[in-house]
């Protein structure tokens, strides 16, 4: 069993940064792959950036460049860093996770379905 445990989240005005932690509790299973997701109003949730045991992140084209996604193994944590935060990036941010000890490549690990456990998800407002 793993659980997700998220802090951070916040407002912030258009063009600012925010950080969001998640630590993962495992009890059993084999946790590879960590991800960022997010669901803004009326749309589907996406994700938004992974990353694998060995460091490797991916990134989806809407927060290249802007959002770095980090690890703490010692720790077991991993953080979303996001930089030049948009007004249509309002919405619930999920931190998920994959127990399977699965390899995701690079459009696994960016869908959804890739992953079997979610956090609670904390509020990010970005206003105009």
């Known amino acids: 069993q793993v659980r997700l445990v998220e802090s951070g989240g916040g407002s912030v005005q258009t063009g600012g940064a925010l950080r969001l932690s998640c630590a993962a509790n495992?009890?059993?299973?084999?946790?590879?792959?960590l991800a960022w997701a997010r669901q803004t109003p009326g749309k589907e949730r996406e994700v938004v950036a992974d990353i694998y045991i060995d460091g490797t992140t991916y990134y989806s084209d809407s927060v290249k460049g802007r959002f770095i996604i980090s690890q703490d193994k010692s720790k077991n944590t991993v953080s979303l860093h996001m930089n030049s935060l948009k007004p249509g990036e309002t919405g619930m941010y999920y931190c998920a996770a994959d127990s399977r000890g699965l390899s995701l490549g690079p459009h696994q690990a960016l869908n959804v379905r890739a992953y079997n456990t979610w956090g609670q998800g904390p509020q990010v407002t970005v206003s105009s």
């Open positions: 495992v009890d059993s299973g084999d946790v590879r792959n």
